[in-house]
């Protein structure tokens, strides 16, 4: 499958789990809900994925966990905040890098339209 297709999974599979939820839950309910949709549809997901820091050659876990890898090719970073901030972007941007993926998905679930809460990100590599 391709990232593109991936993505458009993505997008359709949160719309779903918005549309049955509403705003107001925790991350981890949204979570749970979304890799559930994903492995329906047939996809590959992980869940709260041990990223380390490489330095210096020395992989070191500083206690990063990335929320969710579909496919072993899109990272998707799951938020329940009333607004998201530049650090919540620089967040997947850096696990982006880190991990030597293309793309990325930033979702807040809490938001009328879930449109309004997914924001797609690309790493330039």
């Known amino acids: 499958m391709e990232i593109k297709d991936i993505g458009g999974q993505i997008i359709d599979a949160s719309i779903k ?4 939820l ?3 839950l925790l991350e981890s309910a949204y979570q749970a809900c979304l890799a559930f949709e994903l492995q329906q549809r047939g996809l590959r ?6 990223q380390p820091v490489k330095y210096e050659g020395l992989n ?9 890898i579909v496919e072993n090719s899109v990272i998707i970073e799951n938020k329940s905040v ?4 530049p650090v919540h972007q620089a967040q ?6 880190l991990r030597n993926f293309r793309l990325g998905y930033l979702i807040n679930w809490n938001v ?14």
């Open 17 to 20: 789990v918005h549309r049955a």
């Open 22 to 24: 509403g705003p107001g």
């Open 45 to 50: 997901v992980e869940t709260e994925v041990v």
């Open 60 to 68: 070191i876990d500083a206690g990063y966990r990335l929320d969710m």
């Open 82 to 85: 009333e607004q998201l901030l």
């Open 92 to 97: 997947l941007l850096t696990y982006l890098r």
């Open 112 to 125: 009328q339209l879930i449109k309004d809460g997914i924001h797609r990100m690309v790493n330039n590599l």
